[in-house]
T-cell receptor, first 114, second 112 residues
Framework: DTAVSQTPKYLVTQMGNDKSIKCEQN?????MYWYKQDSKKFLKIMFS???????INETVPNRFSPKSPDKAHLNLHINSLELGDSAVYFC?????????????FGPGTRLLVL | GDSVTQMEGPVTLSEEAFLTINCTYT??????LFWYVQYPGEGLQLLLK?????DKGSNKGFEATYRKETTSFHLEKGSVQVSDSAVYFC???????????FGQGTRLTINP
């Protein structure tokens, strides 16, 4: 009964390829997020969606394109992968769009670009 | 801009030692404050939170008090266990901002 799930867990690919990461939450939450964690463990938000609508886009290269087909899903597509995209990508969700709400994180997708 | 500064790691302690991980923030206004924990190979889990000044968050023996006057939210535990070994993240978020702003994380290792 995983609350926030991501697939795949690991992704190894060549530079220049296009790849997607999927995220699903079964918590009935309205808001979903993508975060990137670099090799030094630093975490930074990339995107957030509320009710399928993009709310935050944090100066992420346009090679990254999120898509939310419904409230329970938020996918991340990455075009023309670069070495610097290697990181752990975390999906998260919260009940609503409000500062005090707890965000629930998925297990992460470890992306390695060769 | 808003930021969170955590104690530099790594921190290594013996079992049953007292733990403090310092966290201070810079923000205009009064954010909500969080501690998240990341166990090896896993995602982040909320450890505790406080949404207004003087609130104390607590969970699993960990505590942190929201101190407006010192803009701090230090994490404490009276007696740590080996199972507490993890990376701890302090974070803040503003009403209407949604995005969590994280500190750099503090790696904690507890030796038996």
């Amino acid at each position: 009964d995983t609350a926030v799930s991501q697939t795949p867990k690991y992704l190894v690919t060549q530079m220049g390829n296009d790849k997607s990461i999927k995220c699903e939450q079964n918590l009935g939450h309205d808001t979903m997020y993508w975060y990137k964690q670099d090799s030094k463990k630093f975490l930074k938000i990339m995107f957030s969606y509320n009710n399928k609508e993009l709310i935050i886009n944090e100066t992420v290269p346009n090679r990254f394109s999120p898509k939310s087909p419904d409230k329970a899903h938020l996918n991340l597509h990455i075009n023309s992968l670069e070495l610097g995209d290697s990181a752990v990508y975390f999906c998260a969700s919260s009940q609503k769009i409000s500062g005090g709400e707890t965000q629930y994180f998925g297990p992460g997708t470890r992306l390695l670009v060769l | 801009g808003d930021s969170v500064t955590q104690m530099e790691g790594p921190v290594t302690l013996s079992e049953e030692a007292f733990l403090t991980i310092n966290c201070t923030y810079t923000a205009t206004g009064y954010p909500s404050l969080f501690w998240y924990v990341q166990y090896p190979g896993e995602g982040l889990q909320l450890l505790l939170k406080a949404t207004k000044a003087d609130d104390k968050g607590s969970n699993k023996g960990f505590e942190a008090t929201y101190r407006k006057e010192t803009t701090s939210f230090h994490l404490e535990k009276g007696s740590v266990q080996v199972s507490d070994s993890a990376v701890y993240f302090c974070a803040l978020v503003f009403q209407g901002a949604q995005k969590l702003v994280f500190g750099q994380g503090t790696r904690l290792t507890i030796n038996p």
